[in-house]
């Protein structure tokens, strides 16, 4: 079945600087890659995603990029702000990365 | 709209105990899912149901049932809790079924804080 690694587990940066998270999957079948950020005490929340046939999205602040050859994905957060600070979890269909911390230090 | 609603939202079991968590949703989903949540180990999904009517083993079904109640409720039923299955749990649901062939957004509920002791 499909396996995904996300790294890094944990990530401090200073309010301003820019963010980057990535994940790798197994299954070249996979053609949708979601990204979710979870706040404190809630359930995840859909921030991005973005299908096999793109190499690249954004939107605003956040863009995705995907490498379908080298089955890895990207989540990259410019100009980080306090309200950045959450756990955000990449995903290939269904099967979600173990999480990363991310702190953003005013 | 409420989106996808859990209860209980907190529950301490001993093992051995039985329980059932509750999720409705309000969006006319055809798909809803059943994750748990553990530190380092990201979300897992446990059982997922396609479409009313039908269920599905995910990939740590052991232990659970589940219940596709309705299109809007699908419950997750605890027969002998282990402490094993501490853990947070979360009910998702989607317009239409999560595959290879489609993408569709996920919409969680605000998750299930588990104990057995």
């Known amino acids: 079945g499909e396996n995904v690694e996300q790294h890094p587990s944990t990530l401090s940066v200073q309010e301003g600087d820019s963010a980057v998270i990535k994940c790798t999957y197994s299954?070249?079948?996979?053609?949708?890659f979601p990204w979710y950020k979870q706040e404190l005490g809630k359930g995840p929340q859909l921030i991005i995603d973005i299908r096999s046939n793109v190499g690249e999205k954004k939107d605003q602040r956040i863009a995705v990029t995907l490498n379908k050859t080298a089955k890895h994905f990207s989540l990259h957060i410019t100009e980080t702000q306090p309200e950045d600070s959450a756990v955000y979890f990449c995903a290939a269909i269904l099967v979600f990365g173990a999480g990363t911390i991310l702190r953003v230090k005013s | 709209n409420a989106g996808v609603t859990q209860t209980p939202k907190f529950q301490v079991l001993k093992t051995g105990q039985s329980m059932t968590l509750q999720c409705a949703q309000d969006?006319?989903?055809?798909?809803m899912y059943w994750y748990r949540q553990d530190p380092g180990m990201g979300l897992r999904l446990i059982y997922y149901s396609a479409s009313e009517g039908t269920t599905d083993k995910g990939e740590v079904p052991n232990g659970y049932n589940v219940s596709r109640l309705n299109k809007r409720e699908f419950s997750l039923r605890l027969e002998s809790a282990a402490p094993s299955q501490t853990s947070v749990y979360f009910c998702?649901?989607?317009?239409?079924?999560?595959?290879?062939?489609?993408?569709?957004?996920?919409?969680f509920g605000a998750g299930s804080r588990l104990t057995v002791l």
């Open positions: 998702a649901s989607s317009e239409a079924w999560v595959s290879f062939s489609g993408a569709n957004v996920l919409t």
């Open positions: 969006m006319n989903h055809n798909s």
């Open positions: 299954d070249s079948a996979s053609n949708y």
